[in-house]
């Protein structure tokens, strides 16, 4: 079994700044895939990034893309979601995942683990 805790979430002014943090329990975070999803109030949960497990690949969403950037640290058993530029409609609760493959995925129905999400809201 693998725990994530997500933490750094909070209240930013839009066009302000915000840095994610998802820590893994365990010794294995290299051998999975990570993504951040995000789940706004009568919405999906919807992808924001994805890393591949060795972070040598990241994909995005239109919708996040140049402002979002998903990055991994498996020497701490970490990723990180860098959230610039950041809007009203990014307000959510953001979520990671851990995927059993080398590979991420966009589709929730792929991950394996979920943390308990962080709480992200901008105001304008």
């Known amino acids: 079994q693998v725990q994530l805790v997500e933490s750094g979430g909070g209240l930013v002014q839009a066009g302000g700044s915000l840095r994610l943090s998802c820590a893994a329990s365990?010794?294995?975070?290299?051998?999975?895939?990570m993504g951040w999803f995000r789940q706004a109030p009568g919405k999906e949960r919807e992808c924001v990034g994805t890393v591949s497990w060795n972070g040598g690949r990241t994909a995005y969403p239109d919708s996040v893309k140049g402002r979002f950037t998903i990055s991994r640290d498996n020497a701490k058993n970490t990723v990180y979601l860098q959230m610039n530029s950041l809007k009203p409609e990014d307000t959510a609760v953001y979520y990671c995942?851990?995927?059993?493959?080398?590979?991420?995925?966009?589709?929730?129905?792929?991950?394996?683990?979920w943390g308990q999400g962080t709480q992200v809201t901008v105001s304008s």
């Open positions: 995942a851990a995927r059993a493959f080398f590979a991420g995925s966009y589709s929730i129905y792929d991950y394996d683990y």
């Open positions: 365990g010794r294995t975070f290299s051998s999975y895939a």
